[in-house]
């Protein structure tokens, strides 16, 4: 198994990549590594933290290019086609790697993925699935951003690619799927919603997914479902309020331990089960968002990714390797597609 | 200053508002109240609670229907018309109260109050208004579920609404206006929010409102902004997930506080700060949600309000008549039309 890291992506590169692909190397000794970036940056790194030469089974792959801000997402990947995103994009196409990881634009990575390592063939659209904490465990939401708008069949795709990752990948016994809406009710919502009810509702009764029918944000969070479906714009203003929500939750927190010295005594006495109730809502914790639907895995990690953050992606890239998912979803493509019905009758 | 209440409408009712209505009646001495509902419910709640006869300044008004859950939202108003919820909507549509305050099913509550009490003329739809806490105070979200699909003119009168409710209510001086999206910059996010976008910012240009342009759900959360112009399905999402993810970090919290003898310790060292850290998030200090674009205040208070809430709901509705936003959103209506620049130029 090797995976390769982009070593130029994220807010702390060439940094954390380089001391992520380190960790992981370390605490996973099977995995083989591929730092892809500009050679002398990760020398630097390297000399840096005193290790003067890579250990054994981490290589890099030179790349000069570098994708910015500025550069326009969609086109990023073939403007710069020596940069550490195309290249590392590259080595997983050509079956050099085995996974990519890379903390640098989302938008960027999503089209260099779709079009360089191509999705599955009947697939309609990639998808962002990170998985957020819920009352009993994690939940994959899908997809968070990658597509503002969508029909009733990526929504009804969303639901099985969903459902194999949570199997799969997170290891739920038959996932419960859940439509985000704005109430339980079989009615409820707009027409993109009414419409997508009904397929999950027709794929339920052939047993091929656990749909379980609408969910408010409110119980999606309190664990009612292990995927929940929903459109980019809608699942990624659940993400976002989510991390607002933490935030500002944390911030008043921390205000209320360190208000006195009787407070601050306090919070020492809560040290350890604080340290916990930060790691659960810790998206450096969790790795990164698969980019469900490529053929190959790829993984965006969080911008703001530190190296346990890089070590978890990578983690997470075994993980779906492993699991074989792009191969049960290419093998039951036809369930998955809208016309399948008409077909059959 | 006069204001009905739905004396059977919520999960605590009759005891809940009239309880309520007592409280009110307390803390505001100038504000009469007319409790709304079935007679010998409301006697039997007083009797109870060892009040024999109903103060001055409280009076009943017999309606002997009531709504139900199993009531189609949209034509229960009609379909009973001497329900608590329809009688109630009369006495604010005759002048005989200033405002009107339910706990029932918000469906049915938006549709009497769009058709007994009425759409201020011009509006093209009324929102569902409610305050979330932020890092800076609170912010005001509309709409937020009366509305699962927009236009571009819904979404730009929501954000004059909006605009009016944070300043003449909230007291916000010159209320910072954002659009609820996928992404910071201007080309963000799906059809419908890169038209209101362009629709906001000639709105800014002309001075009429503060437009501080695309927010995310995280940064409205942590205080960009003042009123966050969304449609009803995404505005739902983000109030439930923050609702969800409040509900999930207390119980986490509680867990680590009630872990063993020292956390319990600590517990009671930082219990003044705990309680004003849930009186932030509890809906029942907020009050309820305005309804605006409805030509009288009605205002929605929480379906598991308790004597507190419906007492904070009261004082709101008492707010938004002084206010006089009605007024203000009647006098400038030709301001929020799409079809007035095509008419100037």
């Known amino acids: 198994m090797r995976i390769a890291i982009d070593a130029m992506g994220g807010d702390f590169a060439p940094q954390a990549p380089v001391k992520g692909a380190l960790l992981a190397r370390e605490k996973y000794p099977d ?41 326009d997402p969609a086109t990023a990947f073939k403007k710069k086609p020596d940069s550490s995103l195309t290249v590392g994009l ?8 085995d996974g990519f990881v890379s903390a640098g634009s989302t938008g960027a990575l999503l089209a260099g993925a779709t079009l360089v390592v191509k999705r599955i063939r009947g697939l309609r659209r990639a998808a962002l699935a990170p998985t957020i904490p819920t009352a009993n465990g994690r939940a994959v939401l899908l997809d968070c951003g990658a597509n503002a708008e969508c029909t009733v069949e990526y929504l009804l795709q969303f639901a ?13 016994d038959k996932p419960r799927v859940g439509l985000l809406n704005i109430g339980a009710e079989e009615e409820k919502g707009d027409t993109l919603r009414k419409e997508t009810y009904q397929k999950l509702k027709e794929a339920g009764e052939r047993g091929e997914l656990v749909f379980t029918g609408n969910v408010e944000a409110k119980e999606a969070m309190l664990g009612q479902c292990d995927v929940i479906v929903a459109d980019g714009f809608s699942g990624n203003v659940m993400l976002k309020s989510i991390e ?18 009787g407070t601050k005594a306090a919070a020492l006495l809560l040290k350890g089960g604080l340290r916990d109730f930060k790691k659960t809502l810790d998206p450096n914790e969790v790795g990164g968002t698969a980019l ?8 965006k990690a969080h911008g703001s990714s530190n190296e346990l953050a890089f070590c978890n992606a990578v983690r997470q890239a075994v993980e779906v390797a492993r699991s074989g998912i792009a191969d049960d979803i290419a093998r039951d493509i036809d369930k998955m597609r809208l016309d399948r019905a008409e077909k059959a009758e």
Do not use: C, F
């Not at 940056?41 to 030179?62: D, S, Y």
């Not at 590259?90 to 790697?97: F, R, T």
């Not at 500002?248 to 208000?259: D, E, P, Q």
């Open 31 to 71: 995995v083989e590594l591929v730092l892809v970036g500009q050679e002398s940056a990760i020398h630097g790194v390297l000399r840096e933290i005193g290790w003067p030469t890579l250990p054994k089974g981490i290589t890099i792959q030179n790349a000069t290019e570098v994708v910015e801000i500025a550069d």
């Open 90 to 97: 590259n080595l997983v196409k050509n079956g050099e790697a």
């Open 160 to 172: 099985y690619l969903g459902s194999y990752y949570a199997s799969k990948v997170l290891g739920v």
């Open 244 to 261: 607002g929500a933490g935030k500002l939750m944390s911030g008043m927190l921390r205000g209320v331990l360190m208000k006195n010295a």
């Open 292 to 299: 469900l639907g490529i053929s190959k895995p790829v993984v």
